[in-house]
C-alpha cells in the first residue's frame, strides 16, 4: 500500500486560508470541472467495486461500492454495508443523495471557479455553487418526501492543484420546518491522508462537521433525551459484563448524542478507513 505525498483528508484544521486573485472566466471553471472529472474517470478506470472497512466513535463498518455510471461520468455507489455482523442494502434513492461529489456533468456549467487558497501548505483550487436553477439536486437525509423540504443555498469544493483530489467540501442550506419556518443547515467535510491501493486513490481519514441536523430533521430533542435516559436505565439493570460489552459498543455514539442535545446540535466525527480492497467482489 502506498502512500501519496500530500497532507492529511483530514487536515483536522484548515490554517491559513489566503484566497490569491484569479481572472479566470465562467468558461475556464468548466473547463477546470471537465478536467477533474476526466481525472476522477481516469482513477476509477480499473476499479469495478470497492470494499471499505473503516472506523467511526468505536465502531467498524464494512461498507461494499461498485462502479456506476451517471450520466457518462463514473462513481462508486454504495450497495451494502455490513455492522456487526449483519449486512444490509443500501437503498438506492439514499445512495444517490451524495452532496461530496462535485464530479457530476449537469453540475459543470454552473460551477464558479473562485480562485486557489492554502490549505495546510498545499495549494487547492476552490470551485462554488450557488446558482441551482434546473439542477436536479438530492433530499437531505430525514428532510422528508418532498424534495422541496431541503433548499441547498452553496456548496464549496476544495481540489488538489494537478490530480483533483477532494481535499475539502462544505455545504449550507435551510430545511423547511414542521411550521413552514426555515432552519439552516451546514455540511463540512475535510479528506486527506490519500492512498494508493492497486492503482486506486482513496482518502483514509474523513472528517464531517455537521450544524442544524436536528433542526432540519425535525427532532424532537425531549423525546431523544427520554429514550436516552431510558437505555441508561435498562443499561443500569444489565449484569456487569453484558453492561461493559454493552457500553464498549454504544458508548461513543451515546455520548456524542448526549453532547449534541446539550449544546448546539453540532456532530462532529472522523471515519478512519482500516482496510480496503479493490475488485475483490462482493454481495450485491
Given amino acids: 500500500m502506498k502512500k501519496n505525498r500530500m497532507p492529511r483528508w483530514a487536515a483536522l484544521s484548515v490554517v491559513g486560508l489566503a484566497i490569491l486573485p484569479s481572472a479566470t472566466s465562467g468558461q475556464d471553471a468548466a473547463d477546470l470541472m471537465r478536467r477533474a472529472m476526466a481525472a476522477q474517470a481516469e482513477r476509477l478506470s480499473g476499479v ?66 473562485v480562485g486557489r487558497e492554502d490549505l495546510d501548505g498545499e495549494t487547492v483550487l476552490v470551485f462554488v455553487i450557488d446558482d441551482f436553477s434546473g439542477i436536479e439536486v438530492p433530499e437531505m437525509p430525514g428532510a422528508g418526501d418532498s424534495g422541496e423540504d431541503f433548499q441547498p443555498k452553496s456548496f464549496r469544493y476544495s481540489m488538489t492543484d494537478g490530480d483533483f483530489l477532494l481535499r475539502h467540501v462544505q455545504m449550507e442550506g435551510e430545511a423547511v420546518q414542521d411550521d413552514g419556518s426555515l432552519a439552516p443547515v451546514k455540511m463540512n467535510m475535510f479528506l486527506g491522508d490519500y492512498r494508493e491501493v492497486d492503482g486506486y486513490v482513496h482518502p483514509f481519514e474523513t472528517r464531517v462537521i455537521t450544524e442544524g441536523v436536528l433542526e432540519a430533521a425535525n427532532v424532537d430533542r425531549q423525546e431523544i433525551q427520554r429514550q436516552l435516559e431510558q437505555m441508561q436505565a435498562q443499561l443500569d439493570q444489565m449484569p456487569e459484563a453484558q453492561r461493559a460489552m454493552m457500553e464498549q459498543m454504544m458508548g461513543p455514539q451515546i455520548e456524542q448524542l448526549k453532547e449534541m442535545l446539550g449544546g448546539d446540535g453540532t456532530i462532529e466525527m472522523t471515519l478512519t478507513v482500516k482496510e480496503l480492497k479493490v475488485n475483490a467482489g462482493g454481495s450485491s
Fill in 48 to 113: 469495478e467495486n470497492v470494499t471499505i472497512v473503516q472506523e467511526t466513535m468505536g465502531m467498524e463498518m464494512s461498507m461494499y461500492m461498485e462502479k456506476r455510471d451517471a450520466g457518462g461520468t463514473p462513481i462508486l455507489m454504495p450497495v451494502s454495508v455490513t455492522v456487526a455482523g449483519m449486512t444490509n442494502a443500501v437503498p438506492q434513492d439514499m445512495a444517490q443523495a451524495d452532496w461530496s461529489n462535485p464530479f457530476q456533468e449537469e453540475w459543470v456549467e454552473h460551477t464558479r471557479f
